[in-house]
């Protein structure tokens, strides 16, 4: 898990060395590294994708076999729609469904009928508990159906966000909305989720400043597992003001008048 965080970082160019030193103490990255679960590998793939977004399979095998992992990656599916990489986002369908089809097949598709089911119910029993949206609602008392529309909300304000800027060029601003969308719209979310937000980080400062050490906050959290009270809403304040400082472009500086055109 290290050597793959690592390579993360290592694909989206980072040198500076204290930037790998900031991120091991990630909480996030604790919990991924930890559990040994698969949070780390899908931020690999996401670097992955941006790396070598100006070709076609490579992204594309990278961002299908992502999405048959952790479903929770399909608005990357709308990055590549909105940047006009129609080809790979083909890649990425034909991969992911493929490799899925394959491990169906691997356990004689037993199970299948039921599995839809399986992860409403799993949604249902776990939302209210994580650090998702819907869990932050429910922890204000708010029903399950006030925590459902605000993740569509914000979701979807999040996939708009990532459309507009692609049309305006603004790819790397682009992606981070993309990514960001992917927790939104998650009714379940972990602190290792949280890893995800490594890679809009590493694109957008590849030099070490203090953004790279906010997420050393989470520590502060109850446990990896269930949110607790107050606490809950922690991840979602530490990934706004990230994600906050991410997309926020300083002011031009003004121009000063030359003595020629005095």
């Known amino acids: ?29 604790a919990s991924g590294v930890l ?12 670097a992955l994708m941006w790396r070598y977004r100006d070709r076609v399979r490579e992204p594309g095998v990278a961002l299908g ?37 394959v491990a169906w097949a691997a356990i004689g598709f037993d ?11 799993l949604s249902d029993i776990q939302s209210e508990n994580s650090y998702s949206i819907v869990g932050m609602a429910a922890t204000l008392g708010l029903p399950d159906a006030v925590g459902q529309a605000l993740t569509v909300l914000v979701g979807g304000g999040l996939l708009i966000a990532c ?3 692609a049309r305006r060029g603004d790819e790397t601003r682009s992606f981070t909305c993309a990514v ?27 030099r070490f400043s ?15 597992g269930y949110a607790e ?21 300083p002011a031009p500086k003004p121009r000063i008048a030359t003595a020629e055109a005095a």
């Open 35 to 46: 559990l040994a679960n698969v949070s780390i590998p899908l931020a690999l793939a996401l």
């Open 111 to 121: 199970g299948i009928g039921g599995y839809t089911d399986l992860l409403r119910r």
């Open 163 to 165: 459309v507009m800027l």
């Open 65 to 101: 076999l992502a999405v048959s992992a952790k479903l929770l990656l399909w608005p990357m599916l709308v990055w590549t729609l909105v940047t006009r990489r129609v080809a790979t986002t083909l890649w990425a369908l034909v991969v992911g469904a493929s490799v899925t089809f």
């Open 180 to 206: 960001a969308a992917t927790l939104a719209l998650s009714p379940i979310v972990w602190l290792h989720y949280l890893v995800l937000l490594l890679v809009p980080l590493a694109i957008a400062r590849p």
């Open 1 to 29: 898990m290290l050597a793959m965080l690592f390579l993360t970082l290592r694909l989206l160019g980072i040198r500076d060395a204290r930037c790998y030193a900031a991120s091991v103490l990630w909480m996030p990255v």
């Open 229 to 249: 009270g107050v606490l809950t809403f922690l991840p979602a304040l530490v990934a706004l003001i990230l994600l906050a400082l991410l997309l926020v472009r």
């Open 210 to 224: 203090a953004i790279w050490l906010l997420p050393i906050l989470l520590w502060t959290s109850p446990r990896p």
